[in-house]
């Protein structure tokens, strides 16, 4: 009776929680836009580093805004291989090309991200040449979150949590659970930024890039979970006062060591690519002197806006494509 009862908590459990798993999720997200910041030449990174704890903590916002924003969600993803067979190259690589081929709704239903990233680039330049630090800070820090999303690697395909029910739970293994539980060894010694001397095709590399990776994911995901019994695969853990199913620690060093460390490699490849996308965007701004910009207004005028995001965030579900779990 008491395995039993366990089983019906277990389940009951599963069934109620839900876990907004966009991109790295939350635990990622603030740590790799703060590493990024120390990635920055002396020029910008006083700047950065003054405003490190906003950078951070508003890393996660273009996840609260997909409770929120109906289209938010498909700029953190491009089911690329939709579209055909790699390399993709049926694929325009520019908005009103891609319109014209496949219209609006069909791009937004299998992601946007390399065109928003574009976009926000040159936003991002825009706001440098105008030296708006507020938009300098918002457009930084939600840039952040699209560039790491982009290093993910089932953003990058349609199958982006499993090819069938049995791979169902790789997307959050991959970019959460094994996050949390490896983060502590990872060696955040990326170097400096570097200029992007093509930012969109370097934009359009990491789609490519991230969808070669992502069947090397789901093909040992889908050998490695057949080596282990399911009370193997899965653990129970304390999760602030809740009892939730976890995978196992063995489980995943496994899935981790014949990956070969992806995760970390991914993570830190996020924390570089964020910084030099924001210096690229500098640089090609001019190299305006950033330390003498007035950001005053703005941080006391986004307190109200924030609050009304965590409402929204908290009492909301998210929009357009479901969440994996």
């Not at 020029?43 to 490190?52: A, D, L, P, Q, S």
């Amino acid at each position: 009776m008491g395995k039993l009862f366990k089983e019906v908590i277990i389940i009951l459990l599963m069934s109620l929680l839900s876990i907004n798993l966009f991109g790295w999720g939350f635990f990622a997200h603030p740590r790799i836009n703060e590493h990024a910041v120390y990635c920055l030449p002396p020029e910008m990174v006083g700047f950065y580093k003054k405003h490190i704890d906003y950078i951070s903590q508003h890393a996660v916002d273009p996840d609260k805004r997909s409770h929120v924003n109906p289209i938010e969600a498909a700029r953190h993803y491009m089911d690329i291989n939709h579209y055909g067979e790699y390399p993709f190259d049926m694929v325009p690589k520019t908005w009103k090309e891609a319109v014209n081929k496949y219209t609006e709704d069909t791009l937004y239903e299998y992601g946007i991200l390399p065109y928003h990233l574009i976009k926000m680039y040159y936003q991002l330049v825009d706001a440098f040449k105008e030296g708006d630090a507020g938009r300098i800070l918002y457009l930084s820090a939600n840039i952040g979150h699209y560039v790491a999303d982009a290093h993910v690697p089932l953003h990058c395909n349609m199958y982006y949590d499993g090819r069938n029910p049995s791979e169902k739970g790789v997307h959050a293994l991959w970019e959460s659970r094994c996050v949390e539980v490896l983060y502590d060894n990872f060696n955040l010694f990326v170097g400096r930024a570097k200029y992007i001397s093509k930012p969109a095709d370097e934009f359009w590399n990491w789609i490519l890039n991230g969808y070669l990776q992502s069947d090397t994911v789901l093909n040992v995901f889908s050998y490695i979970i057949k080596q282990y019994t399911p009370s193997e695969i899965y653990t129970l853990e304390d999760r602030n006062n809740v009892v939730i199913k976890q995978y196992s620690r063995e489980f995943l060093n496994d899935f981790n060591t014949m990956l070969q460390n992806m995760v970390e490699r991914n993570f830190r490849k996020s924390v570089l690519d964020v910084a030099s996308f924001w210096y690229t965007a500098w640089v090609n701004a001019g190299q305006p002197n950033l330390d003498i910009l007035d950001d005053k207004d703005f941080l006391a005028n986004q307190k109200k806006e924030e609050e009304e995001l965590d409402y929204l965030w908290k009492h909301g579900k998210p929009l357009g494509r479901p969440n994996p779990e």
